[in-house]
């Protein structure tokens, strides 16, 4: 698979752009307005119903004559917010939803009732009766969670309510929710470039000197920055900001246990802590935006110009530059019917044969931020993925492509870590549609482009606000 630059998209609504951003799109990224709420209820409703007419194909595809979704308000499936009209908040009374693979004819591939009275299984029978499923796939399965939403107390309801007949014919088939929710139509793919568009310009506004004040300006501050300009562009985001000062001892994951952990009391309490970011510092930030039941995941690094230098030092460029090679790496392998532990093989020898020291953990995107779909690797499981990391990657997916390598930073003397992650989709060929069944396409950046040059801050003045001139963080270069 190749990868390719999508188009830009004309802004609604932009704001001052940052010439120090550089990607490989070459473009300054712009901000986006959101449509009116009206509006945005037809754009995504009218998404869903491109993804609901997909269903009894993707029930073919793996085997199964009907799908039944059941919950109640506020014990929802997993799967019932992808399915849901955008004007509906939660799931009402008992929500009941079947998808038929081959309706008879004349009759429609989907019914919903909404009922809190037992006749509401005599409905379903009655539907049952006439079609006459051999099968009927539910969502319980014990280890996907896009596939494991039906609440046990709503099992056995479901079971008593269908009776022994139709009971006997449940069956768990966890890839048709995890395709229903993985696979995206192309129509999506406008407004997710228009969603990643702004949150680079967030992250280049963040990363510039109308933020931050060498000195003055703590990490905590960013963030809390960042999260205000979500809320005032009424977006939101599904992960708080995190921004870093990346030293020898930030994003070090030596540790590949796979053992059980837990949260001690103390760790529930919210801290902040108060990083004051000095000339010289290398930051990172990992951000998110979330809009139309959409959302993205960024990694970016810049780099606080001391007064005394022109420059980002050379061995920072050439982290920045492994990183990026890194990233060439996981795209080459990233092809649709894979594994996810067949292509985390494949990209570590890679990166082994070419002494690129790294950690790959990579994942699904879209209707949540840890999506439905492959995953290939885990910041602790580098070897292989249980369960999730046997999926296979399928066309129409969102990836973002997560991970980090190692480079010396001869000016300091020390290794460091370069986190990155950036967004990837799928596009068919020109010659295939996206019902067909071949894997002819391509993976493109969603914005355009991924970030190949460092975020400069510069100084505001002769002096470092409080904190004196701090060279690279602890000492002049």
């Known amino acids: 698979m190749t990868v390719s630059s999508s188009p830009a998209f004309a802004a609604q609504d932009s704001s001052t752009s940052h010439p120090s951003v550089g990607n490989s799109a070459d473009r300054a990224p712009k901000y986006f307005t959101l449509p009116s709420l009206r509006e945005q209820v037809t754009i995504q409703d009218g998404w869903t119903k491109e993804r609901r007419n997909r269903i009894p194909k993707i029930l073919q595809k793996y085997g199964v004559d009907a799908w039944l979704i059941s919950q109640k308000e506020y014990a929802e499936e997993t799967v019932f917010w992808s399915l849901k009209s955008a004007k509906q908040f939660s799931a009402r009374r008992r929500t009941t939803t079947l998808f038929i ?31 006459k499923p051999a099968s009927i796939a539910i969502d319980t399965h014990p280890q996907i969670a896009f596939s494991s939403g039906l609440h046990a107390g709503e099992l056995d309801a479901l079971k008593e309510g269908l009776g022994k007949e139709w009971a006997s014919k449940l069956v768990s088939q966890p890839m048709i929710a995890v395709e229903y929710i993985a696979t995206m139509p192309q129509s999506r793919a406008e ?11 967030m992250i280049s506004e963040a990363f510039s000197e109308s933020v931050i004040e060498p000195g003055v300006t703590t990490t905590t501050d960013v963030e809390w920055w960042l999260r205000d300009k979500i809320q005032a562009m009424n977006y939101t985001t599904w992960f708080h900001p995190d921004v870093t000062i990346i030293d020898e001892h930030a994003w070090n994951l030596s540790s590949t246990s796979s053992s059980s952990s837990f949260l001690k009391e103390d760790e529930l309490t919210t801290t902040e802590e108060k990083n004051v970011i000095h000339q010289g510092d290398l930051l990172h930030v990992d951000f998110g935006v979330t809009a139309l039941g959409l959302n993205t995941d960024t990694q970016h690094l810049a780099y606080v110009l001391p007064l005394s230098q022109t420059d980002i030092p050379a061995s920072l460029l050439a982290g920045l530059k492994k990183a990026n090679r890194a990233q060439d790496i996981v795209l080459s392998h990233l092809q649709v019917r ?19 020291t790294a950690k790959v953990y990579s994942h699904p995107i879209g209707d949540w931020g840890h999506g439905a779909g492959a995953l290939i690797g885990m910041t602790n499981l580098q070897d292989k993925v249980p369960v999730l990391g046997d999926l296979a990657v399928l066309k129409g997916m969102y990836y973002s492509i997560e991970l980090l390598v190692e480079h010396y930073v001869e000016e300091r003397d020390v290794m460091l870590r370069f986190p990155v992650e950036e967004d990837v989709r799928w596009v068919p060929s020109a010659s295939s549609k996206e019902d067909d069944d071949d894997d002819k396409g391509t993976w493109v950046w969603a914005y355009g482009g991924r970030q190949e040059k460092f975020h400069i801050i510069q100084s505001r003045s002769g002096k470092e606000g409080d904190g004196g001139v701090a060279g690279f963080g602890s000492g002049d270069l």
């Open 191 to 201: 407004w997710y470039g228009k969603l990643q568009s702004t949150a680079w310009a």
């Open 338 to 356: 894979r594994t996810g532990n067949e292509i985390l093989k494949d990209v570590l020898a890679q990166l082994k044969k070419e002494n690129i």
């Open 101 to 131: 693979a081959n309706p008879t004819k004349g009759s429609p591939s989907s019914y919903t009732w909404i009922d809190n009275t037992p006749k509401v299984w005599e409905s379903v029978k009655e539907v049952l009766s006439r079609q």
